[in-house]
């Protein structure tokens, strides 16, 4: 069985990850964004938004805030959002970047007769500004911003990407995964020191 490791963005991260790497140390290390820095050079794949490394031609700004230098680049496999949308949500509208990798997974899988495990470690959808958890971003997005303020404005100010279709829409979505990867028998984990709404059993 093949076993990944997602690693999300949260600010505990870096350290946590440092602690636990020993548990980790055959699994391949995937990333979202921000995340590859936590574990380069060994990292399997680098899952990037669109406009991680330039400006999004809608916004004028650009989502990442680490970026790998030439020679970083050079050695991670890129993994670019693709601009289709990827099979296997249950909603018709809306992504966000993990659920965009666990869905890819799957679909890699599926058809497959080998398996796999995922722990999911940086990305518990807190959006607390006084929760360890919480990993917001001073980057401002008004499309982001106008969904937030429509379908969850308790969150209008703060960049909740997931929360901007609402919580019902994530909540769906995560319950979801957990029932297609059940009956694939996909084992799927968290791996977090604190609050996560990410409703998977919690890895030993």
């Not at 076993?3 to 636990?20: C, D, H, N, Q």
């Not at 601009?83 to 970047?97: E, L």
């Not at 993990?98 to 799957?106: E, Q």
């Not at 901007?164 to 977090?192: A, Q």
Request: hydrophobic share 35%; net charge positive; with cysteine.
């Amino acid at each position: 069985m093949i076993k990944y490791l997602l690693l999300g963005s949260a600010p505990y991260v870096t350290e946590y990850y440092e602690k636990r790497k020993e548990r980790y140390r055959d699994w391949l290390k995937l990333a979202v964004n921000n995340a590859w820095k936590v574990c380069y050079p060994d990292i399997s794949e680098w899952f990037i938004a669109d406009d991680f490394l330039k400006p999004s031609p809608n916004t004028g700004i650009h989502s990442g805030t680490l970026i790998p230098d030439r020679e970083q680049k050079e050695n991670i496999c890129i993994t670019p959002m693709p601009i289709v949308r990827i099979p296997g949500y249950v909603n018709k509208t809306g992504s966000c970047m993990i659920l965009n990798v666990m869905y890819i997974l799957y679909n890699r899988f599926r058809t497959s007769k080998e398996r796999f495990m995922l722990s999911v470690m940086g990305s518990d959808f807190i959006y607390d500004k006084n929760n360890p958890a919480f990993y917001g971003t001073a980057k401002e997005n008004s499309a982001v911003q106008a969904l937030l303020k429509f379908n969850n404005p308790d969150y209008a100010g703060i960049q909740a990407d997931p929360l901007r279709f609402g919580d019902k829409w994530l909540t769906d979505e995560l319950n979801n995964i957990m029932i297609i990867y059940g009956n694939k028998g996909y084992p799927l984990f968290k791996d977090t020191p604190y609050e996560s709404r990410l409703p998977f059993g919690d890895i030993r």
